[in-house]
Protein backbone atom coordinates (compact mmCIF):
# COMPACT_ATOMS: atom_id res chain seq x y z
CA UNK A 1 0.00 0.00 0.00
CA UNK A 2 3.03 2.53 -0.08
CA UNK A 3 3.04 5.09 -3.10
CA UNK A 4 5.76 4.99 -5.90
CA UNK A 5 6.30 8.70 -5.29
CA UNK A 6 5.68 11.82 -3.74
CA UNK A 7 2.18 12.96 -5.00
CA UNK A 8 -0.64 13.68 -2.98
CA UNK A 9 -3.72 12.32 -5.17
CA UNK A 10 -7.28 13.29 -3.66
CA UNK A 11 -5.83 15.14 -0.74
CA UNK A 12 -4.40 18.67 -0.30
CA UNK A 13 -1.47 19.36 2.12
CA UNK A 14 -0.58 22.75 4.16
CA UNK A 15 1.20 24.05 7.17
CA UNK A 16 -0.91 25.10 10.52
CA UNK A 17 -1.04 28.56 10.51
CA UNK A 18 0.44 28.83 14.10
CA UNK A 19 3.37 25.74 14.04
CA UNK A 20 4.56 24.74 10.34
CA UNK A 21 5.64 21.36 12.09
CA UNK A 22 1.84 20.67 11.95
CA UNK A 23 0.32 19.45 8.68
CA UNK A 24 -3.10 19.76 7.39
CA UNK A 25 -4.51 17.18 4.85
CA UNK A 26 -8.01 17.79 3.13
CA UNK A 27 -9.64 15.04 1.73
CA UNK A 28 -11.58 15.91 -1.27
CA UNK A 29 -15.01 15.38 -1.62
CA UNK A 30 -14.52 13.27 -3.91
CA UNK A 31 -12.44 11.05 -2.13
CA UNK A 32 -14.68 11.25 0.53
CA UNK A 33 -17.53 10.10 -1.89
CA UNK A 34 -15.63 7.00 -2.94
CA UNK A 35 -14.54 5.71 0.37
CA UNK A 36 -17.98 5.78 1.78
CA UNK A 37 -19.14 3.92 -1.78
CA UNK A 38 -16.40 1.06 -0.45
CA UNK A 39 -17.51 1.09 3.10
CA UNK A 40 -20.93 1.62 2.92
CA UNK A 41 -21.74 -2.02 3.88
CA UNK A 42 -20.00 -2.10 7.21
CA UNK A 43 -21.01 -0.73 10.08
CA UNK A 44 -19.27 0.25 13.49
CA UNK A 45 -20.06 -3.66 14.91
CA UNK A 46 -18.60 -5.22 11.87
CA UNK A 47 -15.25 -3.52 12.57
CA UNK A 48 -15.22 -3.82 16.45
CA UNK A 49 -15.54 -8.02 15.73
CA UNK A 50 -13.82 -8.30 12.75
CA UNK A 51 -10.12 -7.00 13.16
CA UNK A 52 -9.68 -7.58 9.38
CA UNK A 53 -12.28 -5.51 8.38
CA UNK A 54 -10.47 -2.69 9.73
CA UNK A 55 -7.04 -3.17 7.30
CA UNK A 56 -10.01 -3.41 4.15
CA UNK A 57 -11.68 -0.15 5.57
CA UNK A 58 -8.20 1.55 5.33
CA UNK A 59 -7.26 -0.37 2.02
CA UNK A 60 -10.47 1.35 0.63
CA UNK A 61 -8.99 5.00 1.73
CA UNK A 62 -6.00 4.29 0.68
CA UNK A 63 -7.20 3.49 -2.84
CA UNK A 64 -9.54 6.48 -3.24
CA UNK A 65 -5.83 8.28 -2.85
CA UNK A 66 -4.43 6.46 -5.65
CA UNK A 67 -2.50 4.40 -2.78
CA UNK A 68 -0.88 8.09 -2.06
CA UNK A 69 -2.47 9.22 1.47
CA UNK A 70 -0.64 6.11 3.65
CA UNK A 71 2.59 6.88 2.53
CA UNK A 72 2.47 10.51 3.43
CA UNK A 73 0.75 9.75 6.77
CA UNK A 74 3.68 7.58 7.67
CA UNK A 75 6.40 9.75 6.57
CA UNK A 76 5.06 12.99 8.05
CA UNK A 77 4.33 10.59 11.32
CA UNK A 78 7.87 9.21 11.69
CA UNK A 79 9.47 12.68 10.25
CA UNK A 80 11.00 14.57 14.14
CA UNK A 81 10.61 17.57 12.21
CA UNK A 82 7.10 17.10 11.71
CA UNK A 83 5.59 14.75 13.21
CA UNK A 84 1.73 15.98 13.41
CA UNK A 85 -0.82 16.01 11.12
CA UNK A 86 -4.43 17.17 11.49
CA UNK A 87 -6.99 15.36 8.50
CA UNK A 88 -9.90 16.75 7.68
CA UNK A 89 -12.92 16.44 5.24
CA UNK A 90 -13.54 19.10 2.41
CA UNK A 91 -17.25 18.97 3.07
CA UNK A 92 -19.01 17.66 6.01
CA UNK A 93 -22.28 19.06 6.65
CA UNK A 94 -24.73 16.16 5.81
CA UNK A 95 -26.59 14.63 8.24
CA UNK A 96 -24.87 11.09 6.98
CA UNK A 97 -22.27 10.47 4.39
CA UNK A 98 -23.61 8.03 1.19
CA UNK A 99 -26.14 6.94 3.63
CA UNK A 100 -23.55 6.45 6.73
CA UNK A 101 -24.46 8.48 10.13
CA UNK A 102 -22.11 10.96 10.40
CA UNK A 103 -20.83 9.75 13.39
CA UNK A 104 -20.05 6.51 12.55
CA UNK A 105 -18.76 7.35 9.43
CA UNK A 106 -15.82 9.22 11.12
CA UNK A 107 -15.44 5.94 13.40
CA UNK A 108 -15.25 4.23 10.29
CA UNK A 109 -12.34 7.26 8.85
CA UNK A 110 -10.02 7.12 11.86
CA UNK A 111 -10.09 3.19 12.31
CA UNK A 112 -8.69 3.43 8.45
CA UNK A 113 -6.35 6.18 9.41
CA UNK A 114 -5.15 4.45 12.15
CA UNK A 115 -4.62 1.36 10.14
CA UNK A 116 -2.68 3.01 7.52
CA UNK A 117 0.44 4.14 10.59
CA UNK A 118 -0.02 1.19 12.03
CA UNK A 119 -1.87 -1.16 14.69
CA UNK A 120 -4.07 -0.09 17.79
CA UNK A 121 -3.24 -1.31 21.10
CA UNK A 122 -6.10 -2.61 23.05
CA UNK A 123 -7.39 0.36 25.00
CA UNK A 124 -7.80 -1.11 28.57
CA UNK A 125 -10.70 1.90 29.69
CA UNK A 126 -12.93 0.68 26.99
CA UNK A 127 -12.07 -3.14 26.06
CA UNK A 128 -11.74 -2.46 22.13
CA UNK A 129 -8.97 -0.82 19.78
CA UNK A 130 -10.43 2.40 20.17
CA UNK A 131 -12.44 4.41 23.00
CA UNK A 132 -15.34 7.43 23.54
CA UNK A 133 -15.42 9.46 25.89
CA UNK A 134 -17.79 12.49 26.82
CA UNK A 135 -16.98 15.82 28.40
CA UNK A 136 -19.55 17.58 30.03
CA UNK A 137 -20.25 20.13 32.60
CA UNK A 138 -20.08 17.98 35.60
CA UNK A 139 -17.82 14.84 36.08
CA UNK A 140 -16.62 13.18 39.11
CA UNK A 141 -14.59 10.78 37.27
CA UNK A 142 -11.10 9.87 39.06
CA UNK A 143 -8.68 11.42 35.88
CA UNK A 144 -8.62 15.06 34.56
CA UNK A 145 -9.67 13.24 31.09
CA UNK A 146 -13.15 14.58 31.20
CA UNK A 147 -12.78 17.25 33.80
CA UNK A 148 -13.84 20.43 31.35
CA UNK A 149 -12.65 23.56 33.85
CA UNK A 150 -9.61 22.74 34.10
CA UNK A 151 -6.63 22.51 31.99
CA UNK A 152 -5.35 19.52 31.51
CA UNK A 153 -1.72 19.55 31.31
CA UNK A 154 0.89 18.64 28.95
CA UNK A 155 1.92 14.81 28.62
CA UNK A 156 2.21 11.89 26.79
CA UNK A 157 0.06 9.04 26.52
CA UNK A 158 0.75 5.12 27.68
CA UNK A 159 2.90 6.18 30.40
CA UNK A 160 1.54 3.86 32.51
CA UNK A 161 1.28 0.08 30.24
CA UNK A 162 3.54 -2.06 29.22
CA UNK A 163 2.87 -1.59 25.61
CA UNK A 164 4.85 0.69 22.87
CA UNK A 165 2.72 3.67 22.32
CA UNK A 166 4.38 5.40 18.98
CA UNK A 167 1.64 7.40 17.90
CA UNK A 168 -1.84 9.12 19.38
CA UNK A 169 -4.86 9.90 17.56
CA UNK A 170 -7.73 12.28 18.74
CA UNK A 171 -10.88 12.64 17.02
CA UNK A 172 -13.52 15.10 18.11
CA UNK A 173 -17.02 13.35 16.85
CA UNK A 174 -19.27 15.73 18.20
CA UNK A 175 -19.56 19.26 19.93
CA UNK A 176 -22.30 21.00 21.84
CA UNK A 177 -22.67 24.52 23.18
CA UNK A 178 -18.39 24.30 23.80
CA UNK A 179 -16.52 27.56 24.05
CA UNK A 180 -13.03 26.40 25.02
CA UNK A 181 -11.45 23.26 25.48
CA UNK A 182 -8.97 23.62 22.27
CA UNK A 183 -5.92 21.12 22.03
CA UNK A 184 -2.70 21.68 23.41
CA UNK A 185 0.46 21.11 21.63
CA UNK A 186 4.68 21.45 22.39
CA UNK A 187 6.98 19.96 20.11
CA UNK A 188 9.64 18.57 22.41
CA UNK A 189 12.64 20.21 20.30
CA UNK A 190 10.49 23.59 21.26
CA UNK A 191 10.97 23.12 24.60
CA UNK A 192 13.23 25.67 26.30
CA UNK A 193 13.81 24.29 29.28
CA UNK A 194 14.61 20.35 27.20
CA UNK A 195 18.14 20.41 28.15
CA UNK A 196 17.92 21.20 31.73
CA UNK A 197 15.49 18.38 32.22
CA UNK A 198 17.38 15.77 29.47
CA UNK A 199 20.84 16.41 31.37
CA UNK A 200 19.47 16.18 34.82
CA UNK A 201 21.09 12.61 36.42
CA UNK A 202 17.21 11.58 36.89
CA UNK A 203 16.38 11.71 33.57
CA UNK A 204 17.42 7.95 32.49
CA UNK A 205 16.51 6.81 35.85
CA UNK A 206 13.15 4.34 35.81
CA UNK A 207 10.69 5.81 37.69
CA UNK A 208 6.97 4.08 39.08
CA UNK A 209 4.03 4.73 36.98
CA UNK A 210 0.26 3.97 37.53
CA UNK A 211 -3.02 4.85 37.11
CA UNK A 212 -6.53 4.86 38.79
CA UNK A 213 -9.31 2.49 38.78
CA UNK A 214 -11.15 3.51 35.50
CA UNK A 215 -7.93 3.02 33.57
CA UNK A 216 -8.72 -0.78 34.46
CA UNK A 217 -4.80 -1.43 34.37
CA UNK A 218 -3.98 -3.33 37.66
CA UNK A 219 -0.10 -3.01 37.61
CA UNK A 220 2.88 -1.05 37.54
CA UNK A 221 5.36 -0.57 35.58
CA UNK A 222 8.82 1.37 35.45
CA UNK A 223 10.47 3.32 32.64
CA UNK A 224 12.35 6.80 32.34
CA UNK A 225 11.38 10.19 31.23
CA UNK A 226 13.44 10.25 28.76
CA UNK A 227 13.49 7.33 26.34
CA UNK A 228 16.50 6.20 23.93
CA UNK A 229 17.36 8.39 21.07
CA UNK A 230 16.63 7.61 17.62
CA UNK A 231 18.92 9.61 16.92
CA UNK A 232 21.97 10.63 19.06
CA UNK A 233 21.06 14.15 21.03
CA UNK A 234 17.42 13.92 20.09
CA UNK A 235 15.33 12.83 23.00
CA UNK A 236 12.02 11.51 22.89
CA UNK A 237 9.85 11.49 25.85
CA UNK A 238 7.18 9.71 27.86
CA UNK A 239 5.46 11.79 31.05
CA UNK A 240 2.39 12.34 32.49
CA UNK A 241 1.98 14.53 36.01
CA UNK A 242 -0.77 12.20 36.84
CA UNK A 243 0.67 8.69 36.92
CA UNK A 244 4.02 9.29 37.74
CA UNK A 245 4.80 8.09 41.36
CA UNK A 246 7.67 9.16 42.80
CA UNK A 247 9.20 7.39 45.71
CA UNK A 248 11.66 10.28 47.46
CA UNK A 249 12.54 13.71 47.47
CA UNK A 250 14.56 14.12 44.53
CA UNK A 251 12.53 12.31 42.05
CA UNK A 252 9.49 13.87 43.51
CA UNK A 253 11.30 17.72 42.89
CA UNK A 254 12.38 16.83 39.38
CA UNK A 255 9.16 15.97 37.95
CA UNK A 256 7.27 18.95 40.20
CA UNK A 257 10.26 21.17 38.18
CA UNK A 258 9.32 19.65 35.15
CA UNK A 259 5.65 20.61 35.39
CA UNK A 260 6.05 24.24 36.06
CA UNK A 261 8.49 24.43 33.44
CA UNK A 262 6.14 22.91 30.61
CA UNK A 263 3.24 24.29 31.38
CA UNK A 264 4.67 27.99 31.20
CA UNK A 265 5.98 27.06 27.87
CA UNK A 266 5.70 29.79 25.62
CA UNK A 267 5.83 27.59 22.72
CA UNK A 268 2.81 25.63 23.52
CA UNK A 269 -0.03 26.24 21.02
CA UNK A 270 -3.68 25.91 20.89
CA UNK A 271 -5.54 24.07 17.91
CA UNK A 272 -9.03 23.92 17.80
CA UNK A 273 -10.71 20.81 16.04
CA UNK A 274 -13.57 20.88 13.61
CA UNK A 275 -16.11 18.07 14.23
CA UNK A 276 -15.03 15.46 12.38
CA UNK A 277 -11.14 16.54 12.47
CA UNK A 278 -8.47 13.99 13.35
CA UNK A 279 -5.72 15.02 15.52
CA UNK A 280 -2.46 12.31 14.89
CA UNK A 281 0.53 12.60 16.55
CA UNK A 282 3.81 10.94 17.24
CA UNK A 283 3.77 10.67 20.43
CA UNK A 284 7.24 10.29 21.94
CA UNK A 285 8.56 13.94 20.45
CA UNK A 286 4.66 16.20 20.94
CA UNK A 287 3.25 16.55 24.25
CA UNK A 288 -0.29 17.35 24.30
CA UNK A 289 -3.01 18.52 26.82
CA UNK A 290 -6.39 20.48 26.50
CA UNK A 291 -7.39 24.09 27.73
CA UNK A 292 -10.42 24.54 29.89
CA UNK A 293 -13.69 25.10 28.73
CA UNK A 294 -15.92 27.91 29.71
CA UNK A 295 -18.75 26.96 31.74
CA UNK A 296 -21.87 25.88 29.94
CA UNK A 297 -25.19 24.08 31.96
CA UNK A 298 -25.83 21.81 28.47
CA UNK A 299 -21.74 21.63 27.68
CA UNK A 300 -21.21 18.11 25.57
CA UNK A 301 -17.95 17.12 23.52
CA UNK A 302 -17.78 13.64 22.33
CA UNK A 303 -13.94 12.03 21.91
CA UNK A 304 -12.33 9.40 20.37
CA UNK A 305 -8.57 7.91 21.02
CA UNK A 306 -6.88 5.24 19.35
CA UNK A 307 -3.18 4.48 20.73
CA UNK A 308 -0.75 2.62 18.80
CA UNK A 309 2.01 1.56 17.18
CA UNK A 310 4.10 1.75 14.02
CA UNK A 311 3.79 -1.85 12.33
CA UNK A 312 7.32 -3.12 12.56
CA UNK A 313 6.70 -2.54 16.76
CA UNK A 314 3.68 -5.33 16.45
CA UNK A 315 4.02 -8.38 18.03
CA UNK A 316 5.19 -10.49 21.04
CA UNK A 317 7.76 -7.68 21.58
CA UNK A 318 5.74 -5.10 22.32
CA UNK A 319 4.74 -6.97 25.62
CA UNK A 320 7.45 -4.93 26.93
CA UNK A 321 8.14 -1.88 28.62
CA UNK A 322 9.50 1.05 26.98
Known amino acids: MTSTNNLSIGFKVSQHKKNQRLQVITLSQKTVKTFSEKISQY ?76 VPNLDSMSGKFYARFSVTNEDNSDSYLRQAHRRMELHNDGTYVKELTDWVIMQKILEVNVEGGDSLLLHVDDWQDLDKFYQHPLAKENLQWGSPASKNVGYKTYHPIFLDEQVEGQPRMSFIDQFVEPLNMDQGLYLYEMGESLESEANTFNVKLLEGSILIINNYIWLHGRDKFIAHQNLHRELLRQRGVFVENTGYENNKNV
Do not use: W
Not at 56 to 63: F, M, P
Not at 83 to 112: K, Y
Open 43 to 118: NVQSIEYKPFLRFYIANSLNQATKNTLGNYLLKTIKDRSTGAVILECESMDDPSINGIDFIDFNILLSTAISHLIG
